[in-house]
């Protein structure tokens, strides 16, 4: 062995010790510095180009990616605008072909969380000044709750909220809603058109409470999407793009969640808010089970 190496070895061998005593030493007597926490992210995502504001305290946004809810489309529901009754294939057009249609999962179906969900149509008949909106239990039974919607007449996506006067829903229960108007097509100048959806309340688990609570709006609406519960993702995603119009990562994420259920193309256009008001017509007294007549004739629906 050389001098050199015996030199290195030694030197190596004087500075290894003190560096364990000194470690040892403070261990023993002093309380142990405690380690940064572990972050158990929500989900993994890609977060760049998320910003700043949108980190969790305990972990990362997810991506805004709906996971449906193992529910079966129900029977009843389009949310494509047809006549009504219906009478043939194939939803009523504008005269330049375009087509009103719920912002919904092509099933027809959502959840929320909410006791009065908002819900969002879109509306490319610039005729159309009013619209009927309705509650029911079930395709055919007599509607428990009716208001009327007054549009401004522009093209584009219609949003409203159920009132806190109407009868709220309520957890566990499956609605049927409808949204009745008259417009100018390209086969008619009064034709009554629908729209149908099925919305269910759920509660949220103990652990989707916990993810919310500490989220801010737009982990929110990515939390709602993974979780399944369309509504509240829509509406979250719809109130921060109209209140921050020239957010991209916002724009990103609202196109990306219609581009999920084919209505990407839908991303650019208005979101215009429109209130709603009971119809004197009929009683919001009535409950969730109660049944009337049904209706003059028995609708046909689009599978």
Excluded: H
Excluded at 183 to 194: D, F, Y
Excluded at 201 to 210: D, F, G, H, P, Y
Excluded at 238 to 248: I, V
Aim: hydrophobic share 35%; glycine share 6%.
């Amino acid at each position: 062995m050389t001098p050199l190496l015996r030199c290195t070895l030694l030197l190596v061998t004087l500075l290894a010790v003190p560096i364990c005593v000194i470690e040892q030493s403070v261990a023993g007597l002093s309380p142990e510095v405690p380690r940064p926490r572990q972050i158990n992210p929500i989900a993994l995502g890609n977060t760049d180009s998320l910003g700043s504001g949108n980190r969790l305290k305990c972990g990362y946004v997810k991506d805004m990616k709906y996971a449906p809810p193992p529910t079966k489309a129900p029977d009843g529901a389009n949310r494509v605008a047809v006549e009504e009754p219906l009478n043939r294939c194939g939803g009523a057009r504008t005269v330049d072909g375009r087509f009103a249609v719920a912002i919904l999962p092509s099933s027809g179906f959502s959840q929320t969380l909410a006791e009065y969900p908002t819900f969002l149509i879109y509306m490319p008949f610039t005729s159309v000044q009013e619209g009927i909106f309705s509650l029911s239990t079930s395709p055919n039974s007599y509607p428990y709750y009716q208001a009327r919607a007054q549009l401004t007449g522009n093209r584009g996506i219609i949003r409203f909220q159920l009132p806190s006067s109407a009868p709220n829903l309520v957890a566990g229960k499956k609605y049927f809603w409808q949204f009745r108007f008259s417009a100018v097509t390209n086969e008619s100048e009064n034709q009554l058109l629908v729209i149908r959806g099925q919305i269910q309340r759920i509660n949220a688990s103990a652990t989707l409470q916990n993810q919310l609570a500490i989220a801010a709006p737009r982990q929110k609406a990515a939390i709602y999407a993974n979780n399944g519960i369309w509504q509240d993702a829509l509406t979250t995603l719809a109130q921060l793009k109209c209140a921050n119009p020239g957010d991209q990562g916002i724009a990103s994420d609202w196109s990306s969640l219609l581009q999920q259920v084919e209505l990407k193309e839908l991303a650019m256009e208005p979101i215009i808010g429109v209130t709603v008001q009971p119809d004197k017509k009929i009683t919001t007294k009535k409950t969730p089970n109660s049944t009337g007549p049904g209706p003059t004739s028995c609708p046909l629906y689009l599978k």
